[in-house]
């Protein structure tokens, strides 16, 4: 079971010589003249879909945000049968793609969530529409990866291992090129994104068949309110509305986030035996989680790892940590200042913990 973004699809398979306009007319959108550019920093007007087209190996893949959740299915709809295209997002989606990256960039969803719409408010997707403005990520590939994290899926029985396997060998696609494999690589993760970026390398140190393309000391990870302790099973089983009695539910997954996994206290002290360079950053709002009910979900404690403690993103709750609504937004700057230390640690000779 996937999570479908509410207002976004993407296309790939596209051939170098494609251009902004033939997506237009391939997306068969007459009402509404879409805006574009490289970082999608202009639209014609509040009402125009925002396309952008990165390299993503030997083709192009493009991401177009409109402004309805109609006009999406709409245009999905009419691609069906003659275009690559789909609103889920898995694997990994190449959002930006600078002419010569020095960095490599990649954003994990959490819990239920969707590879692009986890990082996005309204229509603006950060990583893709502002990131590629700041002066020190203009030479960034960014993408995202997205998995089945859904909690209810009797068909899926992935878990960490899998899904950190999954990230792994994508990243080993994506970076084919001598000069791709030397390069730094940041993740950004969302709740349970940091358990899946964190068990990655876990199981990339020492491992022969990743050694040659992603180098654990280059490897950076801002981890936004990923739950390293737990988190009450109580509030998780609020938050998404569920009870871990309902038929179909992952209660696999739900004591992996939980105080009471057993395993927990082991992958912290894996993890903080290797050489990764990281930050933590928690939640300060409490999140609606029913009616009247709100709740911190990840706490500040539960958000650190030892000897890291983590930072308070002010006025965000579990939802909106990962989301910023402009380049001015105090969550946004705080998040780029975080992300700038991150490079420059792995972009100097001898990276610090």
Known sequence: MRTHSEKSLRLTGLISSNRPENIIRTLE?????????????????????????????????????????????????????????????????VVHSACQPVVDICAIHGLNGNAFDTFTENTTMWLRDLLPREKEFRTARIMTFGY??????????????????????????TRSSLEERDRPMIFICHSLGGLVAREAMIRLQGNSQF?????????????????????????????LK??????????????ILSTSDEQAEQKRTAFMQLPVTFCCMHETRKTSIG????????????????????????????????????????????????LRSLKDKLCSDSPER
């Open 29 to 93: 959108y007459p009402d509404k003249q879409p805006a574009f550019s490289l970082f999608a920093r202009r639209r014609t007007s509040t009402q125009d879909a925002i396309i952008s087209l990165a390299d993503q190996g030997t083709r192009k893949t493009a991401t177009v945000t409109f402004h309805s959740k109609s006009e999406k299915t709409r245009s999905l709809n009419s691609l069906h049968g003659i275009a690559n295209a789909d609103d889920v997002f898995d694997g990994l989606t």
């Open 211 to 239: 050694d040659d393309v992603i180098d654990i000391y280059k490897c950076g990870i801002m981890f936004l309110a990923t739950p390293h302790s737990g988190t009450s099973l109580a509030d998780w089983n609020k938050l």
């Open 148 to 173: 089945a994290s859904h909690i209810v899926d009797r068909t899926n029985r992935s878990g960490l291992e899998q899904w950190a396997d999954s990230l792994l060998h994508s990243l080993v696609r």
């Open 291 to 338: 009616f009247l009910q709100k709740s911190i979900i990840v706490s500040k404690e539960s958000a650190g790892l030892p000897d890291h403690e983590a930072i308070p993103v002010e006025n965000t709750d579990h939802h909106t940590i990962c989301r910023c609504k402009n380049a001015n937004s105090p969550s946004y700057r705080l998040i780029i200042r975080e």
């Open 242 to 255: 569920l009870s871990v009695q309902a038929v179909g539910v992952r209660k696999d997954l739900l004591n």
